[in-house]
């Protein structure tokens, strides 16, 4: 009986020391205050900013910003590095046509990074960015939305604003369940401030290509105007981004 009470305090004592360390586990809230991880973001203003994951693609990104300049709106690309690289044209239309050009990984990768190797992942596509089009990106997306205390702190240090995607605006658009059902998923909760998540490249993305103009067609009628994230960060919450211009070769 007494091993069995000493075996049952030992227990109690390994229970109460693991406890505190779940408690201490950092959620969505405790990274916003940060001010540097963003979901969405609050305004009165009727703005939205439009966001395409794994470009460059020399197929679909080209068709995805012709639809944009038919509708005169602006949107954010968080690009692979490897993909800018070999595609370095789309990344020069895509600044020279106003829109905003994001980190997302090298790779393509992120999750289980440590942070020398995410450090350089983030190094290596912002020098890639910066060497096509003389222009360093400051925002960056982590890799399927995960995020941990080791990610967000990396990218901060880095001088990076954090933007991950508004939770109601998630499309899934490449499980391709259609056009029509892309569509309707951001138009049917649409509010302003949204960050919309949507994907330029990673495999056949005609729905996507098809959904985007319905989408767009929908927010002109209703007033909204699709600017990049940059720019709804200054107006919603006066961050002025840190991106910075170098003459491009």
Not at 55 to 84: N, R, S, W
Not at 172 to 189: F, L, N, Q, T, Y
Request: overall charge neutral.
């Amino acid at each position: 009986m007494k091993r069995f009470c000493w075996i049952l305090f030992i227990l109690l004592i390994i229970l109460s020391s693991v406890h505190p360390a779940k408690a201490a586990r950092k959620t969505r809230n405790d990274f916003e205050k940060t001010d540097h991880a963003f979901w969405n973001l609050k305004t009165d203003e009727k703005m939205v900013a439009i966001t395409f994951d794994d470009g460059p693609d020399p197929v679909y990104t080209p068709q995805i910003l012709d639809t944009l300049e038919k509708y005169h709106a602006k949107a954010t690309f968080f690009v692979i590095g490897a993909h800018a690289e070999e595609n370095p044209h789309i990344i020069q239309r895509e600044v020279e046509e106003g829109h905003e050009v994001a980190n997302h990984t090298y790779h393509h990768f992120s999750r289980f990074a440590g942070k020398k190797v995410l450090a350089k992942e983030l190094a290596q596509t912002s020098d890639t960015i910066q060497s096509i089009s003389g222009y360093r990106p400051s925002l960056f997306r982590p890799v399927g939305g995960y995020y941990n205390d080791t990610i967000i702190q990396t990218a901060i240090k880095g001088n990076y604003e954090v933007i991950l995607w508004s939770w109601h605006q998630d499309t899934e658009d490449w499980k391709r369940p259609g056009a029509d059902k892309i569509a309707r998923h951001v138009i049917s909760s649409v509010r302003p401030g949204d960050i919309i998540l949507l994907h330029d490249a990673g495999g056949d993305r005609s729905q996507t290509v098809k959904a985007l103009d319905t989408i767009l067609k929908f927010l002109t009628k209703e007033g909204y105007e699709c600017v990049t994230v940059s720019e709804m960060l200054y107006r919603a919450k006066s961050i002025i981004p840190k991106f910075q211009l170098f003459p491009s070769d």
